[in-house]
């Protein structure tokens, strides 16, 4: 069974930084995608950040230049370096696995940024 555990959300004033993290377990393939969403309140889900297999990145217009997405495929782990924060990025942020036919998410971690 595959599970998803984020860590490290918090509250932030404005222009801090944080690192979330997503620790996975059970049998998961190399070659999913990571990727990073967030929801706020009275929003939709969004995609925030994609790593591939590969290496290869994309971000939402919003956090470019602000958010970098990485993986330790032999730890399991995502990351989500989030840097200049600002008010509307406070949501929940989840983590996302997936591959075709398949996909996991994690129960989400709680990000405020306010001063």
């Known amino acids: 069974q595959v599970q998803l555990v984020e860590s490290g959300g918090g509250l932030v004033q404005p222009g801090g930084s944080l690192r979330l993290s997503c620790a996975a377990s059970g049998r998961i393939f190399v070659l999913y995608a990571r990727c990073w969403y967030r929801q706020a309140p009275g929003k939709e889900r969004e995609s925030v950040a994609r790593i591939s297999s590969g290496g290869s990145t994309n971000y939402v217009d919003s956090v470019k230049g602000r958010f970098t997405i990485s993986r330790d495929n032999g730890k399991n782990m995502v990351y989500l370096q989030m840097n200049s924060l600002k008010p509307e990025d406070t949501a929940v942020y989840y983590c996302?696995?997936?591959?075709?036919?398949?996909?996991?998410w994690g129960q989400g971690t709680q990000v405020t940024v306010s001063s």
């Open positions: 996302y696995i997936g591959g075709p036919g398949s996909g996991y």
